[in-house]
């Protein structure tokens, strides 16, 4: 292009100008790579450099003119992908300008492959250079995705340990006031009455002091354990398992029609993450039998064998899914719990028609 530009410059004022347009167009839209993401610059350059090229060529400058759609068809061949059907277009359109200025010059199918093929093989890079940028930002949407499902995650487990912690206090302060109220009410009423009893007993003075005092000492000393036991079941944090269960079970039997029952066979020495597990399995699968069937009764149990808790929730209702049991989110979530810890979760039908949920997971998963 610049060799044209030299041709010209002793030759036509004119046609310099126009050499030199070209020039500044090409050099413009390769500059100013913005503009090669709108349509109207693509259609702003082709027809002014079709109409340059047209000009030159009826002016009898038409020996090399042809080379100035070189750059073009490697700028069109260059588009976004989004602009395919206009660069294809606007190919079109520069084939027929070329067969019209060297249709004198007898141009060859060869030629006209060649350029075809230039404008596809820019194509063709134009469109992998779109591919690696959309995967590329594939790649990073995904571990965006990522790091907020383990932030998520982590924020779950939290919240599962906390509302379990909750759970264990409140069963914790619950029992303790059952305690207080009750037990030691009844001993501190022993112990009043064992005091009254030493001003009734006049035959044997002697015997009857010894006995009661007897008495008191023993009522004395088990009322004192109950309060040390209460104390130190306040500020003890084993066992935060089977704690929070109990206490799930008690509030659901005291917010439903259902009445629940809890077995266990167990130390409650598992790890984290088994405890919060088995909590979670639990409040689904008595959400279930709420929700899902006419259940009045519920067993809740928990054992351990072979470094394994086995848990075993069970109800009286009736299911009317047919053979199969149909997962919804919840249950999948159960399953998918145990899993993850190493463990299984299944739903069986019992024999009256109710839902029995056996969960067994390592005592130390997670």
Known sequence: MILLYDQTVSSDIAAVLLYGGVILIYLIVIWFRGLRQHCWAYLVMAFFIFGIILVLYFQNHGAMVS???????????????????LSAALMVAALLVLVIVE????????????????FFGARARRIRREAEHARQEHLEALDEAHQALQ????????????????????ERARLSREIHDGLGHQLTSLVVQLQA?????????????????????VARQG??????????????EKGLGIIALKGLVSQTEAHSHLTCDFVQEASADWSNAVSIALYRI???????VLRHSTATEVKVKITEQDEQVLLTLADNGRYDEGPHLNFGFGTKGMVERAK??????AFLKNEDGGLTIRAVLPMNGG
Do not use: F
């Open 282 to 288: 639990v409040q689904e699968g008595l959400t279930n």
């Open 151 to 170: 932030k998520a995650h982590h924020d779950l487990q939290e919240a599962s340990a906390q509302s379990m912690y909750y759970a264990a206090l409140a």
């Open 67 to 85: 080379n100035l759609l070189w750059p073009l068809i490697v700028l069109l061949g260059l588009a976004p992908k989004r602009l395919t059907y």
């Open 223 to 236: 009322l004192a354990e109950v309060r040390l036991a209460v104390r130190e079941w306040a500020e003890d």
């Open 103 to 118: 249709y004198n010059n007898n141009l060859s199918l060869l030629s006209l492959l060649g350029i075809i093929g230039i």
């Open 340 to 345: 993850a810890l190493g463990g299984s979760c």
């Open 197 to 217: 009893l030493q001003l009734m007993l006049p035959n044997d003075p002697k015997k009857a002091e010894e006995v009661v005092q007897q008495l008191l000492r």
